[in-house]
């Protein structure tokens, strides 16, 4: 990774990244993501809950279709 020279001049220098700074980066985010998930745990519980919800409810109508597509075949070929 690289990283802008900060000094002030026309044209910043491209500067490698040390690999201990890369993992300093990984774990303040990796910090910042857990202090998220703390302060809004109900709602991203509540905004799981409906995903799920969302998706079973998707499927149970596509299974009714299914259903009620394979009943109407059949109910014209016993005409």
Do not use: G
């Not at 900060?6 to 990984?26: F, G, Q, S």
């Not at 149970?60 to 394979?70: N, V």
Request: overall charge positive.
């Amino acid at each position: 990774m690289y990283t802008f020279n900060t000094e002030p001049v026309l044209r910043r220098k491209i500067l490698p990244i040390t690999p201990e700074e890369v993992e300093r980066r990984k774990e303040a985010h990796r910090a910042a993501q857990a202090r998220y998930r703390a302060r809004n745990r109900s709602k991203l519980k509540n905004q799981a809950s409906q995903y799920r919800l969302a998706k079973k409810r998707e499927k149970l109508i596509a299974d009714d279709e299914e259903e009620y597509q394979r009943l109407m075949a059949q109910e014209l070929d016993d005409v």
